[in-house]
């Protein structure tokens, strides 16, 4: 796992729209090596102002969409179309913007879905997509860039701290529930199926994730602080605006 590294931007908007150029920048790069690239996306306010830079940003297209992977790192176990699922917000921040191909919008499943309302039939149903799509002798894809928020008390994903979630090591997604940032039903990726992606980009601000951030970058283990276990093969970055970096030494 890499160590991370920390950008600070002057403020969440500077931080989005420099996201934004950087993701379209790395995956044209990836494309430009591998031919196809791989992105998980995020849930939560800085997540997808991000993907609203992209959808604006003037070099926006030189990113092939038709040959993008798009995964979500969690989701909110809602009917779909629902407001509040990420899938639904990142259709309208940049999906319905672009040429990606349906059959390469990877959801976890809507809680009125195939699965109904059984999130760990929905969690088992998106592990075995993963496995499908993952290399040989992997359970996962090697995602190129997986996008990640990070919550107050240090969630990452929909994993939360002490939680089942953030103990789990045999399952590479998994339903959680009674979650503490509603709604309290979601799925998401496990720290180690995070950890299998390239680069690892956490993005947050304001002063409210200024301790999590310095809890984090200050050794805490994943148990305490699941974002401290977001780490990717070949980078960690964690994206910060200057109050959300306040604690920082
Ligand atoms: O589904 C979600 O809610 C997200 O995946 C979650 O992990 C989010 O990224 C963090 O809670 C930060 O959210 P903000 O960027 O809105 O602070």
Known sequence: ???????????????????????????????????????????????????????????????????????????????????????????????????????????????????????????????????????AGADVPAFDVCLLGVGEEGHTASVFPDSPAVHETNRTVVAVRDCPKPPPTRVSLTLPTIRAARQVWLMTTGQAKADAVATALGGADEVTLPAAGARGQQRTLWLLDTSAAAKLG
């Open 1 to 135: 796992m890499t160590d991370p590294e920390v950008v600070v931007y002057a403020d969440g908007d500077l931080l989005a729209a420099a996201t934004a150029a950087r993701l379209i920048t790395t995956l044209s790069d990836v494309q430009r090596a591998q031919g196809g690239a791989s992105l998980v996306l995020t849930g939560g306010r800085t997540g997808v102002a991000v993907l609203e830079q992209v959808r604006d940003a003037p070099a926006r297209d030189a990113v092939d969409w038709s040959r993008v992977d798009l995964y979500w790192g969690d989701e909110r176990f809602l009917p779909a179309g629902h407001p509040d699922r990420n899938e639904t917000q990142a259709r309208e921040a940049l999906l319905d913007h672009i040429g990606v191909p349906a059959e390469r919008v990877h959801v976890m499943a809507p809680s009125d879905g195939e699965f109904g309302d059984d999130p760990d039939a929905a969690a088992a149903a998106y592990a075995r997509l993963l496995a499908q799509r993952a290399p």
